[in-house]
């Protein structure tokens, strides 16, 4: 069911700086930009295949962020093969999303709770 941690989630308040720092420094590649309606920045950064997912909240992002959002390590993302079926099997043991299902054109994601409280994102990327 589970294939792999697919990204880790960084929220900042500084894009430009993050990335240079993590391609700069770290030699990741900016591997794609992505704008979500409302005005959420999302920028992927790779180093062999492990993926960072800067977020950054504009002006003009709808309010609020989510309860507990703050700058640093935001969650896990879990890739699958399947999302519904994930949610089906995880549903059969008692967990429910938090977030989610949502469907864009090039994934589709949503959201666990581990005991702790934490945030894990389950992603499917869709193939073209």
């Known amino acids: 069911m589970f294939k792999r941690i697919d990204h880790i989630e960084l929220v900042t308040a500084q894009p430009e700086r993050a990335i240079a720092f993590y391609t700069g420094v770290l030699g990741f590649r ?16 790779d180093l062999g295949g492990t993926t960072v997912e800067l977020i950054t909240y504009s002006e ?5 962020r ?5 700058l640093g390590y935001r969650m896990m993302a879990l890739e ?17 999303p ?6 864009r054109p090039s994934y589709a994601r949503a959201e666990i ?3 702790d409280g934490n945030s894990i994102e389950l992603r499917q990327w ?3």
């Open 30 to 45: 900016v591997r794609s930009r992505d704008t979500v309606p409302g005005g959420l920045q999302l920028v992927y950064l």
């Open 60 to 64: 003009t992002t709808p309010a609020p």
């Open 66 to 70: 989510a309860e507990g959002e703050h």
């Open 80 to 96: 699958v093969d399947d999302l519904q079926q994930a949610l089906a099997e995880l549903k059969a043991k008692g967990i429910e």
């Open 98 to 103: 938090t977030w989610g299902p949502k469907h």
């Open 113 to 115: 709770r581990d005991p």
């Open 126 to 128: 869709v193939k073209h």
